[in-house]
């Protein structure tokens, strides 16, 4: 039984067609990385999945319930989101940061999010740095406070949407360290990212998205070594050339 | 004697009449700090309903700033005085003042007030980014929770010093209240040097309360500078 189940999916901006029957599935504790040309509809893709942005026709599944049915603050808090930008509340600390959603939407009482926000912190290696804000924290570390940020809410899946792209280089490795771990450890992954290096070791699967259109998924091997198509070995020999 | 000439006579008889211009002080400070209560009030809830609202009330919230910005502060207040049915409830005991003047200069200057401060909310709210608002809903909050926990802190610490300069104007502009015989720190002092043989007080007077002035808006900005940093967001830029 898939966990997510995408059903051609279509979505336009006004005139501008974004995604076009987009159809695939993953399962529980599979890893997705998702890649495509930029304007391709990958991060469109991600925001229909926590319904940031609607769809125009299709369904989409969550746990075999179609997302439109449930709740969508429900649907979010089972459905985690780390972004490129980070997006972390400038006013709070990075253990507020991860207790504002404990207690406001889970209930938590206080001393139970700050236990839990310290132990998501420990887990991506900022235990440190609870009592830091945001602007003192490095790029790095401001991602890997987004990612314990949505590890904390427990969801079923999350949803990376290019969370490496606004990192300086020597800051990459210490986020994709932390998403490998939880890849290992177990947690769905829908991953939207350039990073080729991770998509070879950690994605069960890779999905080449051109021109809002799924043009070849399969297996890393597959998609590196004997792509089917001509675009995707072009696609992804530049960004490895680019990232080696 | 010329008037206009500082002399020391002028001097005493400023300091003998001390209690008066006290009694001004008190005026302008209330009428201060009613008219931002009712600014704030009023003014808060309209930038962001400029911001999220839609429909006719974020048309007409925004019109009347439109208007309320638009108009002179002292057509507002001799407006209001003429027009508004405020019954003549009688005189404040102590400090000596005609209540329905009073009433009738807090709504001029609040609702004013309220047009910019909106206005002062309003860029606050939108100069946080969409960002931090799209990551409080990814967590399963509500939007009335996101622009409670996340947007509003952010953007009243924003707004501070726009707050700042807003005091500091209505402060100053309680002096328009002298247009409708509001004894506030002006009028009193113009009663002062108006008394019979006293015209030779004109600039001595102007000057007390000039100081009087701008003691009492250099002290409250000072005050204000201090919440502001007390309350900045470490390694921000605000």
Not at chain 1, 37 to 52: A, D, E, Y
Not at chain 2, 164 to 192: C, H, P
Not at chain 2, 207 to 222: D, E, M, P
Request: contains cysteine; aromatic residues 8%.
């Amino acid at each position: 039984m898939s966990l997510l189940r995408v059903d051609s999916v279509d979505k336009s901006y006004g005139n501008e067609p974004v995604l076009h029957d987009v159809s695939f599935g993953m399962d529980r504790q599979q890893v997705e990385v998702i890649v495509g040309p930029s304007g391709s509809g990958k991060s469109t893709l991600l925001r229909c999945v926590n319904r940031l942005t609607e769809i125009d026709s299709g369904e989409i599944y969550l746990d075999d319930e179609e997302i439109h049915t449930v709740d969508e603050n429900e649907l979010r808090r089972r459905v985690g989101m780390v972004f490129q930008d980070f997006n972390l509340f400038a006013h709070l600390t990075a253990r507020g940061n991860i207790t504002l959603g404990l207690r406001e939407v889970l209930g938590l009482s206080k001393p139970e999010a700050e236990a839990k926000a310290d132990d998501y912190l420990d887990r991506v290696g900022l235990a440190d740095q609870a009592e830091s804000y945001p602007a003192e924290l490095s790029g790095g570390q401001q991602q890997r406070v987004g990612i314990a940020r949505a590890l904390a809410m427990d969801p079923e899946l999350i949803l990376f949407d290019e969370p490496t792209s606004a990192l300086d280089p020597e800051l990459i490795g210490e986020v994709l360290t932390v998403m490998e771990d939880l890849a290992e450890g177990g947690m769905t992954m829908l991953c939207v990212t350039h990073e080729m290096g991770f998509a070879r070791s950690a994605a069960d699967t890779i999905t080449f998205l051109d021109e809002g259109r799924i043009v070849e998924r399969g297996p890393p091997e597959q998609l590196f070594e004997s792509p089917e198509h001509e675009r995707t070995e072009t696609f992804l020999g530049e960004l490895t050339g680019l990232h080696q | 004697m010329e008037p206009g000439v500082l002399q020391a006579s002028d001097w005493g008889f400023i300091l003998a009449n001390w209690d008066t211009l006290v009694l001004g002080v008190v005026v302008t400070v209330l009428l201060t700090a009613t008219s931002l209560t009712l600014g704030f009030g009023l003014g808060f809830p309209s930038g962001a309903i400029e911001v999220y609202g839609d429909g006719w009330l974020a048309n007409a919230v925004s019109t009347a700033g439109i208007v309320l910005r638009g108009t002179p502060i002292v057509v507002l207040i001799v407006l209001f005085y003429f027009t508004l049915p405020l019954p003549r409830i009688g005189t404040v005991p102590v400090i000596d003042i005609q209540l329905n003047a009073f009433i009738a200069a807090t709504l001029a200057l609040g609702l004013r007030s309220a047009a910019y401060q909106g206005q002062v909310f309003r860029g606050s709210i939108q100069s946080i980014g969409e960002g931090q608002l799209e990551a409080a809903r990814s967590v399963g909050m509500t939007k009335l929770q996101a622009i409670r926990h996340v947007v509003f802190p952010q953007a009243v610490r924003r707004s501070l010093p726009g707050f700042q300069n807003e005091f500091t104007i209505v402060l100053k502009d309680t002096s328009v209240a002298f247009a409708i015989g509001l004894a506030e720190l002006l009028t009193r002092a113009e009663r002062l040097y108006l008394q019979p043989g006293r015209d030779t007080a004109v600039i001595e007077v102007i000057i007390t309360i000039s100081v009087i002035y701008f003691v009492l808006t250099f002290t409250t900005n000072r005050a204000l500078d201090y919440v502001h940093s007390r309350y900045a967001i470490p390694g921000g830029t605000q």
